[in-house]
């Protein structure tokens, strides 16, 4: 179903939310937000609400290889996360394949070597979604690694972007998710690669390049917003131990 | 599992009436409880008690009501636990990690049946044999410590005491109130006016809810609101849901070598005082959750941030 510009932006350049179309949504993040467990962070990206949390790493309960750790990602979507109830398996076709995702793009941002013979365990619970829950927990994921001492090449930052209409919207809500095609990107800020690309539905390849530096350019604000909750986090950390004064 | 000297250790605090955190056998730890977390749920509510934390929330369906009961909405509860292997740190009901959640499910679905709520969930009645709102109330837990009986049915009637739906009125009806209204033709049977704006909306009635006390018996002591740590130590609990009128609405016990029958009665009877504490402490809480939520000027406000941001 073709979708009018006009419906996407109003003549006066807002969306349906009143956002431009370059504008993300708020992104509120709190690190450490699960108090027991060994690494935790809560992201909200609008009103898409995610807890990741991390265990490990611990001894190994699986056979794994011998010379790196074994990474395994669970995640759970409430059934309430959208509105309407809905129950969501463990076997669910959708999160397993964003689980099998998130695990291939941490595997080789997270120095596994170092932690030979033992697990980590990483928990995601999406607890309400509207639009952008991959990049929501990619986001979630990285700070909660972050959080928990996990050894790290690089942050792992996402973000999409939709194109519906011909125009390019950043951070598409459910509402224009549904109206078009998009595009979501993990992208690694300091050592500037794409980790993983994903694109729903049709678009035309003239316009890729141009998708995806848009992309790109959202994932750089989410890093500047998570490095500045990292910052934060660990100077707190560092004043409950009388270490630091600022 | 814990060792024989930390099971000792537990004992002599319980019989010197002085637990690890510093409660006597009867206290309850304190409550922290936070309402209208997610605008996209009817419902929903946030409860922490010292390491546990259930996150619940509520929608509303449509639907018809169930043959035997013509008159009368439902209320469904689900209830999970993240992760597939954390079942097995529940308190253990059953053998098998995954049947606890079914023993948990099953415990607290008697809080909302027919017989322990019937005049609210008359009220969630549209249209006699043909509409009325179903409550599905799904609870996570999202840490687990202790009870999670107690803090469940908790967290659950402060879900449903934040819970509003939709006003509903015949097909035809005059279109007063600014509302934005939606046309359901629900059943087939009728059509329905649903009035989406907030003002218009029905609070569910939840004064008549159930809440569950756990006693865990500690070398011959009732213990109340038993810490992971403490349940080790514990013979057998006894979990029994009172009404705030007093009415016994569902009871379980076991574990352990079973339960003296006298001390049985004492718990009971300890249980039914501090379900009627319980009630009266809830019923505060609540109100001051709600409270809260209206001054960061909920579902709009970006007032200070709830939950997980908090």
């Given at each position: 179903?073709?979708?009018?510009?006009?419906?996407?932006?109003?003549?006066?350049?807002?969306?349906?939310?009143?956002?431009?179309?370059?504008?993300?949504?708020?992104?509120?993040?709190?690190?450490?937000?699960s108090p027991g467990?060994?690494?935790?962070?809560?992201?909200?990206?609008?009103?898409?609400?995610?807890?990741?949390?991390?265990?490990?790493?611990?001894?190994?309960?699986?056979?794994?290889?011998?010379?790196?750790?074994?990474?395994?990602?669970?995640?759970?979507?409430?059934?309430?996360?959208?509105?309407?109830?809905?129950?969501?398996?463990?076997?669910?076709?959708?999160?397993?394949?964003?689980?099998?995702?998130?695990?291939?793009?941490?595997?080789?941002?997270?120095?596994?070597?170092?932690?030979?013979?033992?697990?980590?365990?990483?928990?995601?619970?999406?607890?309400?979604?509207?639009?952008?829950?991959?990049?929501?927990?990619?986001?979630?994921?990285?700070?909660?690694?972050?959080?928990?001492?996990?050894?790290?090449?690089?942050?792992?930052?996402?973000?999409?972007?939709?194109?519906?209409?011909?125009?390019?919207?950043?951070?598409?809500?459910?509402?224009?998710?549904?109206?078009?095609?998009?595009?979501?990107?993990?992208?690694?800020?300091?050592?500037?690669?794409?980790?993983?690309?994903?694109?729903?539905?049709?678009?035309?390849?003239?316009?890729?390049?141009?998708?995806?530096?848009?992309?790109?350019?959202?994932?750089?604000?989410?890093?500047?917003?998570?490095?500045?909750?990292?910052?934060?986090?660990?100077?707190?950390?560092?004043?409950?131990?009388?270490?630091?004064?600022? | 599992?814990?060792?024989?000297?930390?099971?000792?250790?537990?004992?002599?605090?319980?019989?010197?009436?002085?637990r690890d955190d510093g409660r006597?056998?009867?206290d309850f730890r304190p409550l922290s409880l936070?309402?209208?977390?997610?605008?996209?749920?009817?419902?929903?509510?946030r409860a922490v008690a010292g390491a546990a934390e259930v996150?619940?929330?509520?929608?509303?369906?449509?639907?018809?009501?169930?043959?035997?009961?013509?008159?009368?909405?439902?209320?469904?509860?689900?209830?999970?636990?993240?992760?597939?292997?954390?079942?097995?740190?529940?308190p253990?009901?059953?053998?098998?990690?995954?049947?606890?959640?079914?023993?948990?499910?099953?415990?607290?679905?008697?809080?909302?049946?027919?017989?322990?709520?019937?005049?609210?969930?008359?009220?969630?009645?549209?249209?006699?044999?043909?509409?009325?709102?179903?409550?599905?109330?799904?609870?996570?837990l999202l840490r687990l410590d202790g009870c999670p009986?107690d803090l469940?049915?908790l967290a659950?009637?402060?879900?449903?005491?934040?819970?509003?739906?939709?006003?509903?009125?015949?097909?035809?009806?005059?279109?007063?109130?600014?509302?934005?209204?939606?046309?359901?033709?629900?059943?087939?049977?009728?059509?329905?006016?649903?009035?989406?704006?907030?003002?218009?909306?029905?609070?569910?009635?939840?004064?008549?809810?159930?809440?569950?006390?756990t006693?865990a018996?500690?070398?011959?002591?009732?213990v109340a609101d038993a810490t992971a740590h403490e349940r080790?130590?514990?013979?057998?609990?006894?979990?029994?849901?009172?009404?705030?009128?007093?009415?016994?609405?569902?009871?379980?016990?076991?574990?352990?070598?079973?339960?003296?029958?006298?001390?049985?009665?004492?718990?009971?009877?300890?249980?039914?005082?501090?379900?009627?504490?319980?009630?009266?402490?809830?019923?505060?809480?609540?109100?001051?959750?709600?409270?809260?939520?209206?001054?960061?000027?909920?579902?709009?406000?970006?007032?200070?941030?709830?939950?997980?941001?908090?």
């Amino acid at each position: 179903m073709a979708v009018r510009h006009s419906e996407v932006l109003s003549p006066e350049g807002f969306r349906v939310d009143g956002r431009r179309a370059n504008e993300a949504r708020r992104l509120r993040l709190r690190l450490g937000a699960s108090p027991g467990a060994d690494g935790s962070a809560y992201v909200e990206l609008g009103n898409t609400k995610v807890l990741a949390t991390v265990s490990g790493p611990h001894e190994s309960i699986r056979k794994g290889a011998h010379d790196a750790a074994a990474l395994h990602v669970e995640l759970t979507t409430l059934p309430f996360a959208s509105g309407v109830y809905r129950a969501h398996g463990r076997s669910d076709r959708a999160s397993q394949e964003l689980c099998a995702a998130v695990r291939k793009s941490f595997e080789a941002v997270v120095q596994l070597h170092l932690y030979a013979r033992t697990q980590i365990d990483v928990a995601v619970c999406v607890m309400q979604t509207d639009g952008g829950v991959r990049s929501a927990v990619v986001n979630a994921v990285t700070l909660a690694l972050v959080d928990a001492g996990v050894a790290m090449e690089d942050f792992l930052c996402a973000c999409s972007v939709g194109a519906v209409g011909g125009v390019l919207l950043l951070d598409p809500n459910a509402q224009e998710d549904q109206a078009g095609s998009e595009l979501s990107i993990a992208y690694l800020p300091r050592s500037e690669r794409i980790s993983a690309v994903q694109l729903e539905s049709k678009l035309p390849a003239s316009s890729l390049d141009e998708v995806m530096n848009v992309a790109i350019e959202g994932c750089k604000q989410m890093f500047d917003i998570m490095r500045g909750a990292v910052q934060i986090r660990t100077q707190e950390l560092l004043h409950s131990r009388g270490m630091f004064n600022a | 599992m814990a060792s024989a000297a930390e099971q000792r250790y537990t004992l002599h605090g319980v019989a010197a009436d002085l637990r690890d955190d510093g409660r006597a056998r009867l206290d309850f730890r304190p409550l922290s409880l936070e309402v209208h977390l997610f605008p996209q749920a009817s419902g929903s509510a946030r409860a922490v008690a010292g390491a546990a934390e259930v996150l619940v929330g509520v929608t509303a369906e449509l639907a018809a009501p169930p043959a035997d009961a013509p008159d009368m909405g439902q209320v469904l509860l689900s209830i999970d636990c993240g992760p597939a292997a954390s079942a097995a740190r529940l308190p253990e009901y059953a053998a098998a990690a995954d049947e606890r959640l079914l023993w948990l499910e099953e415990a607290l679905r008697a809080l909302f049946s027919r017989e322990s709520i019937p005049e609210a969930l008359r009220t969630l009645c549209i249209a006699r044999g043909t509409q009325c709102w179903v409550l599905r109330v799904h609870a996570q837990l999202l840490r687990l410590d202790g009870c999670p009986l107690d803090l469940i049915s908790l967290a659950a009637a402060a879900a449903l005491a934040a819970t509003r739906v939709p006003r509903v009125s015949g097909g035809g009806a005059d279109e007063l109130g600014g509302g934005k209204r939606q046309r359901a033709a629900g059943g087939g049977k009728q059509d329905l006016d649903l009035d989406e704006s907030l003002d218009e909306s029905v609070p569910f009635d939840c004064s008549t809810l159930p809440l569950y006390v756990t006693l865990a018996n500690i070398g011959g002591y009732a213990v109340a609101d038993a810490t992971a740590h403490e349940r080790r130590a514990a013979g057998s609990t006894l979990s029994l849901a009172l009404s705030p009128a007093g009415r016994v609405c569902a009871l379980r016990g076991g574990g352990g070598f079973g339960l003296h029958l006298q001390l049985a009665g004492e718990m009971m009877q300890l249980a039914s005082q501090l379900c009627a504490q319980l009630h009266a402490d809830a019923k505060d809480a609540i109100a001051q959750a709600l409270a809260d939520a209206e001054g960061r000027r909920w579902p709009a406000g970006e007032g200070t941030a709830p939950g997980f941001l908090a």
